[in-house]
């Protein structure tokens, strides 16, 4: 396979609100570059990077796709992320590997939610970006209308270098205020274009235009500034020198428009990729760890080999395969490296260049490229790989907290280690989807983003691993505690022949405050107990605290004193006395006015103003108290604090309510004593469950 320089590669994400056309596009990118001969479509389940069952199923990406192309003898490397919330996850872990990232735009809806959650990864992770604004053969498409959302959104440094003449149906042409051409695409779809002189009746807006572009590009760098302040003008050489400039400062933010169904507009967005965007060098050095110390890592193809594994694939088509983003250095097939997130070796055996599910022998991956390891023994999504003489760490992939949570057990007994194998592996594939085998609560919880997220992970379950489980509601994580004081003394005696038990052990419990936990007193004083007991007693205390006294859940903000009690010099024991302070410990939580507490977590939900009504009168009926609101650019925040045991299906509501166009996010905050109706609720169910 042909090799390519660092400065000859690009590295591009497509990120964006769902159904924004990012696989379109990236469809449209694989035919006008000549990569295939068949335009491929998500309705017929057809097209290069959404090829797994699930999202020919359902029409939508699931996972993150590696495609490239070459253009104009440039390397580009896509990666085609989803953009359903559920797997924002993916979208993470493709960013990672890219240098720049295109952010779509729906051309009839404009900035949505979606675009919102996309730009908060791509600040975090400090990736330059710019705009496609799609869609524009639709019919109430509005070009002008999606320029002023995103720049109300993201500021002025959002710029359009061209816009479309005849947006809508008939949507075929283009004025590129970069070449200041009319710019008109073949209708049969082929990409191929034509150019002309710019018409009477555009050249004032199209004056216009490159007036703003060319302001923001000369303000992008000093001595550019001070040349158009002198001339009034930039050269081609000056504006694709400011224009890299401000798109790795991330001071601009450049439009582009087509219509990827069409495939108008696709070879333009090529040549602006190659022509200014940056190659890995451009955004060189990055910074990484080694031997605890911050070091950077530069781009050179010649140094001590690095690289981060930002995507497991286990697939039957496939097979397992490690996706890596070289940042230095050359590995290649038979080298022994290092994992240094794991501080073990690994050998490199076949290494590939994929186009979705196809795959391309290339024997070795430079600085800056991206590639295909075959499976490794002990690496992981977002571990390092680094050579043995620099053993540097790149910062792992940080993942969202989950908002969703499934309880899973077996259908068929006898499958339980089938379950957490499985799963087990799914999460290392998908380290967004997290397994708990919660011991308090003696269930397997799986969490993830979304409910389809989890149904998916479950289908998987049962097509590699042959097994089925039963979806339950997750037990709440409820917590016992008392109101008052109590003061109860409990006489352990048996007597059956031989060795018998005695213990007396005389017990105080008051309430703590909030969050305080549990502790345990002695205060026994003149060898009442001996002090070799007093553990025993701690011991079966501390049993209770974790069964419950009242319906079966752990007791917190709770005292318990040991100030008297009984021994007898031969019956007296460790069981005796562990069952005594067992006992009475349990009789006092009954009789200290006891309640449950729910968990109440902190929900932040971001929305368009329209849905906020629905929104916070639906929080309202989940039991929760408003916090707060705001606007965050078009859309605005409510924050609330909610009973976790009424967010269950809150991520499917939210979706429901407001067509897909709310996110939210939820993270623990305190425990709340339960409402009364509730709480005798759940202690019957609880006393059912135990008769059972």
Not at 512 to 519: D, L, V
Not at 585 to 610: G, T
Request: charged share 30%.
């Amino acid at each position: 396979m042909k090799e390519y320089s660092v400065d000859k590669i690009r590295n591009v994400g497509l990120v964006g609100h769902g159904d924004a056309g990012k696989t379109t596009l990236a469809e449209a990118i694989l035919f006008s570059s000549g990569a295939t001969n068949r335009f491929g479509s998500v309705d017929d389940g057809t097209t290069v990077s959404d090829y797994s069952n699930d999202e020919i199923e359902r029409k939508i990406s699931v996972s993150t796709s590696l495609l490239y192309v070459d253009w104009k003898s440039h390397k580009v490397n896509v990666l085609d992320t989803p953009g359903y919330f559920d797997f924002i996850g993916e979208v993470r872990c493709g960013i990672r590997a890219a240098d720049i990232a295109i952010v779509l735009l729906n051309g009839v809806a404009g900035v949505e939610v979606g675009t919102d959650l996309v730009w908060e990864v791509l600040n975090d992770l400090g990736i330059p970006r710019f705009f496609y604004v799609n869609h524009l053969n639709k019919e109430h498409a509005d070009f002008d209308k999606t320029i002023s959302d995103a720049q109300e959104s993201y500021g002025n440094g959002v710029v359009a270098l061209n816009f479309p003449v005849n947006q809508g149906e008939e949507f075929n042409s283009i004025i590129d205020v970069l070449r200041m051409k009319k710019v008109t695409f073949s209708a049969d779809g082929s990409g191929k274009y034509t150019m002309e002189d710019i018409p009477a009746d555009l050249q004032s807006k199209a004056d216009d235009m490159r007036m703003q572009f060319v302001e923001k590009v000369a303000e992008s760098n000093d001595e550019l500034l001070e040349k158009y302040f002198e001339a009034g003008e930039l050269t081609d050489e000056d504006i694709a020198k400011g224009l890299k400039t401000g798109l790795v400062s991330k001071a601009i933010f450049p439009v582009l428009c087509g219509a990827a169904t069409k495939n108008v507009g696709t070879q333009l967005l090529l040549d602006f990729i190659t022509d200014y965007c940056p190659s890995p060098k451009d955004v060189s050095p990055i910074i990484a760890e080694e031997d605890g110390k911050e070091v950077e890592v530069v781009t050179d193809e010649n140094g001590e080999f690095a690289g981060l594994v930002f995507k497991t694939l286990s697939e039957k088509h496939l097979g397992e395969l490690s996706l890596i983003r070289a940042f230095s250095g050359t590995i290649k097939s038979g080298d022994d490296v290092v994992n240094v997130t794991q501080d073990s070796t690994e050998k490199i055996g076949q290494i590939y260049t994929l186009i979705g599910r196809e795959r391309k022998d290339i024997g070795s991956i430079r600085a800056g490229d991206i590639g295909a390891l075959v499976k490794l023994k002990n690496t992981q999504t977002g571990d390092t790989l680094a050579s043995k003489k620099k053993k540097v760490k790149i910062k792992p992939i940080d993942f969202p907290t989950p908002v969703v949570e499934m309880a899973v057990s077996p259908k068929t007994k006898g499958d339980e280690d089938k379950i957490s194998t499985g799963l087990s592996t799914l999460n290392l594939i998908d380290p967004s989807f997290t397994v708990t085998i919660d011991p308090e609560l003696h269930q397997t919880v799986i969490s993830g983003q979304g409910e389809v997220h989890l149904l998916i992970i479950l289908k998987r379950l049962k097509e590699r691993y042959g097994v089925e489980v039963e979806r339950k509601k997750p037990k709440i994580p409820y917590r016992e505690t008392i109101t008052a004081n109590g003061d109860e003394k409990y006489r352990h005696k048996k007597q059956s022949g031989g060795a018998g038990q005695f213990a007396e052990v005389w017990m105080r419990i008051e309430p703590m405050n909030r969050g305080e936990g549990f502790e345990f007193v002695s205060k026994v004083v003149g060898g009442s107990i001996s002090s070799v007991f007093i553990p025993s007693i701690e011991k079966g205390v501390r049993q209770i605290i974790v069964e419950g006294a009242v319906a079966g859940y752990k007791i917190v903000d709770t005292r318990a004193i040991v100030y008297d009690g009984k021994e007898h010099p031969v019956d007296s024991k460790d069981i005796a006395f562990q069952i005594a302070g067992r006992e009475v410990f349990k009789m006092l939580v009954k009789k200290a006015k006891p309640i449950l507490l729910e968990p109440i977590y902190d929900v932040e939900v971001k929305c368009p103003e329209e849905n906020m009504g629905d929104i916070m009168g639906d929080i309202s009926t989940r039991r929760g108290k408003i916090a707060g609101m705001g606007a965050s650019g078009r859309f605005q925040v409510v924050k609330a604090q909610i009973p976790l045991a009424e967010l269950h299906d809150y991520s499917t509501s939210l979706r429901s309510m407001t067509q897909g166009r709310a996110t939210y996010t939820r993270e623990f905050s305190h425990y709340d004593p339960m409402p009364k109706d509730l709480e005798a609720k759940v202690i019957a169910e609880s006393k059912e469950e135990d008769e059972k």
